[in-house]
């Protein structure tokens, strides 16, 4: 059984930095990609970041490149992202998910979440 947990969420103030974690169990790896998502009060859940497990190419949403960096580390079995200049509109739960299959910024193209954690950024 595939099973996703988040962690490294919290409060920081704009222009500081976090990182998040995604520990995975029950994935093959090969062949999976490895995507993190947001959503903020009221708003539709949207595509931060995506990695190819097996080669580390990423993709990332306009709104956090040259912010944000997407990582694995195989041996950890353990996803990563590092929030650098976090702005108020970073503010959001913070899902990772997995799919079999390249990257894609289709949260309905997932098939295994995370729980979420919430990444608060003060102005």
């Known amino acids: 059984q595939v099973h996703l947990v988040e962690s490294g969420g919290g409060l920081v103030q704009a222009g500081g930095s976090l990182r998040l974690s995604c520990a995975a169990s029950g994935l093959a790896f090969i062949g999976y990609t490895l995507g993190w998502f947001r959503q903020a009060p009221g708003k539709e859940r949207e595509f931060v970041a995506a990695?190819?497990?097996?080669?580390?190419?990423?993709d990332y949403a306009d709104s956090v490149k040259g912010r944000f960096t997407i990582s694995r580390d195989n041996a950890k079995s353990t996803g990563y992202l590092q929030m650098n200049s976090l702005k108020p509109e970073d503010t959001a739960v913070y899902y990772c998910a997995a799919r079999v299959g390249s990257r894609t910024s289709n949260p309905d193209q997932y098939t295994h979440w995370g729980q979420g954690t919430q990444v608060t950024v003060s102005s």
């Open positions: 990695i190819t497990w097996s080669n580390g190419n990423t």
